[in-house]
């Protein structure tokens, strides 16, 4: 059986934040004027991320949140976690951070992923993005990116952010079709 799609996951097999989180935290923080601790942000970061995965997965869905409140939530806390108590600036961090992870600016190519997807189009493969990310990655960062020009770049509605594992690649009509019953998970663990 010859392959007939790879499907590449954009966060951390494509792209990645540039620099930790703690210090993006950190320096939006230190220009609205709040004094705080990169490594507590990290640290604090982790923490309500892990938290709001537990309580609110699938990016707060099933509550009715969509990604966006639920990342300004993630950075409310973080905040709060490490000291902050301007709530006013605090929301304004929050939203200058959310856009700024917008951006592409804010992500960085994995090491090897240029190479990876350059032998990929070599061979003649055909390529597709699906991510389980909130769809930030998929609409700027990914489409800014020159690595996007070897996939084709085509975004998959269907793929639902913060579906785990091999799900969020079930999803895509294409995959599917193309795919068939089989996939390779099915074979290799």
């Not at 990645?16 to 004094?35: H, I, S, T, W």
């Not at 998929?138 to 070897?150: F, I, L, R, S, T």
Request: charged fraction near 25%; proline fraction near 5%.
């Amino acid at each position: 059986m010859s392959l007939r799609l790879i499907t590449w996951d954009i966060k951390d097999t494509l792209l990645r934040v540039r620099v930790p989180v703690g210090q993006q935290y950190f320096a939006e923080a230190k220009r609205q004027g709040l004094c705080m601790d990169p490594g507590s942000l990290e640290t604090s970061f982790r923490n309500a991320y892990r938290t709001h995965s537990r309580l609110f997965p699938n990016y707060g869905l099933a509550q009715g949140m969509d990604s966006r409140q639920w990342w300004l939530d993630v950075v409310l806390q973080t905040f709060r976690l490490s000291g902050a108590e301007d709530d006013e600036t605090v929301r304004s961090v929050a939203q200058q951070l959310y856009q700024d992870f917008s951006t592409a600016r804010n992500w960085a190519v994995v090491p090897g992923a240029r190479e990876a997807l350059d032998s990929c189009k070599g061979l003649g493969l055909k390529m597709a993005v699906i991510s389980n990310f909130d769809r930030r990655l998929e609409e700027q960062p990914m489409k800014d990116e020159p690595a996007a020009d070897h996939m084709g770049y085509k975004r998959y509605p269907a793929a639902s952010p913060g579906a785990g594992g091999a799900a969020v690649f079930c999803r895509s009509q294409e995959a599917r079709s193309l795919y068939g019953p089989r996939f390779l998970g099915d074979i290799v663990p």
